[in-house]
């Protein structure tokens, strides 16, 4: 590693120049999925491009905070810049602990983010037009139905679609259930039930498809040029999205993770009880079922009508 003139980087004193060099061994060193390396692989590649487009080989705090902002004049969307800025902090964790360079990043902010729902829910109605505009004379339409409706029913998101096998449905205490890998797992140690309507339209479409092994994917692509392999998420998102366009709903806040909205608002409009809904939607942390609670009681408000009553 080039060695240049010291500066003061207002926590320590370092000789130490952070170049491409320092990437390839923070990822060599980091213990995680492969999905996550890569992630923070092309995270980290955009800080020091920003790095070489300014000419900073002994980054400041002052640096990171110009970059935050770079990003955000960039357009870059808030829960992006907040895993840029993650990423920022991991690496300079490192090299501090290294002995490499110190911490600049430390107690560094990233964006805010609203946590209010980007995406909207339909009500049980729009999810019966959608489902009774899926023709099911073709595989592919079995196919999506029976994905569709797996997926509203169980709140499912389309990475755990995408990574299903036909021997992930299983049973268990008497009744079928789908086993899981869910986002930032790495086994399928969870499980989703499996409702008998639900049951019998994955059925269909399993009979429809032929004879496959266990450990093909429980939904497979239907196109000449990749038949018979896994939906990707970008396909699985496809689908859905042309099947609300189909029934007539064309919005970009309707999407294939609005199905999971809808899971979880139905089940709490049905009254279940907000514990029983965390465990069912997998949240780890209830405060994020709270969010559709919060939702729901400012959608059921009544103050605006109560004014307008008293006004006119």
């Known amino acids: 590693m080039t060695e240049i003139m010291s500066v003061n980087t207002g926590i320590a004193t370092t000789t130490q120049v952070i170049g491409a060099d320092l990437l390839s061994r923070f990822i060599a060193y980091l213990d995680a999925a492969p999905k996550t390396v890569e992630t923070y692989t092309r995270q980290l590649r955009q800080l020091f491009k920003f790095f070489a487009e300014n000419g900073i080989t002994q980054p400041t705090r002052d640096d990171l905070i110009a970059y ?20 920022a902090r991991q690496f300079f964790t490192w090299t501090e602990v290294e002995g490499i360079y110190p911490n600049i990043a430390e107690h560094l902010k990233g964006a805010r983010i609203d946590r209010e729902h980007k995406k909207d829910y339909l009500t049980a109605a729009q999810v019966k037009a959608i489902l009774e505009t899926i023709e099911r004379d073709t595989l592919t339409g079995l196919r999506d139905y029976a994905m569709l409706v797996l997926m509203v029913t169980c709140g499912l998101r389309t990475i755990e679609i995408a990574r299903a096998n036909i021997g992930d449905l299983r049973t268990a205490a008497g009744q079928t259930v789908l086993y899981i890998q869910g986002k930032g797992h790495e086994e399928k140690a969870d499980y989703v039930k ?112 109560a004014i307008a009553d008293a006004i006119f």
């Open 194 to 305: 499996v409702t008998a309507q639900v049951e019998k339209a994955i059925r269909a479409y399993l009979k429809a498809r032929g004879k496959a092994a266990d450990s093909e994917p429980l939904f497979t692509s239907t196109s000449n040029n990749s038949r018979g392999k896994a939906l990707t998420t970008r396909s699985i998102s496809g689908i859905v999205k042309t099947r609300m366009q189909n029934a007539g709903y064309d919005s970009e806040r309707l999407t294939a993770h609005s199905l999971r909205h809808t899971a979880v608002t139905l089940a709490l409009l049905a009254g279940e009880d907000i514990t029983e809904v965390q465990q069912f939607a997998r949240h780890a942390n209830i405060a994020t079922t709270q969010i559709y609670n919060h939702a729901l009681d400012k959608a059921a408000n009544g103050c605006a009508s």
């Open 68 to 87: 935050k902002e770079a990003l955000r004049e960039s357009g870059h969307k808030p829960t992006t810049i907040q895993g840029y800025i993650i990423a």
